[in-house]
């Protein structure tokens, strides 16, 4: 009876070690925690619901011109999205964008985000004002009825 208490185990002991993989998921989880702040772009409007389908994402960030429901226009692109731009500042930066990415070959989609509160003559204005700066093709952005998620 002492001999099978004293008997030592036969063969290899399998263990998985988790340490690594539970220091992987922290790590994972902290970038997304960083990174998701970071994605919503633009000041935050009413957007108007319509129903569309929703635009593949693209590559290259697209240009964004917010219109709040006081009329102020702000730029994704711009050192600071959050504060008002001019119209004639507006032009040259959305201008110099798209110079940029006609020098590399590339389309830049331009988007119009404007607050459901806010004139139509405003919206009609920043369309007219993109088309100077050389925008060919400007969308909308509305919020989906079905989803309650903004469309482009």
Known sequence: ??????????????EINVVPYIDVMLVLLVIFMITAPLLTQGINVKL???QAKTISAEKDIPIVVSIDKSGRYFLN?????????LQQELLYQVAA????AEEQHKTRPVYVKGDK?????SVVQVMSLLQKAGAENIGLITQNLEQ???DR
Request: glycine content about 8%; charged content about 20%; cysteine-free.
């Open 77 to 85: 692109t711009a050192t600071n999205p959050s504060v008002p731009i």
């Open 117 to 121: 509160d806010v004139d139509y003559g």
């Open 97 to 100: 964008l798209l110079r940029v």
């Open 148 to 150: 309650g998620s903004p």
């Open 48 to 50: 108007p619901s319509a």
């Open 1 to 14: 009876m002492s001999s099978r208490l004293t008997s030592k185990r036969k063969g290899p002991l399998a």
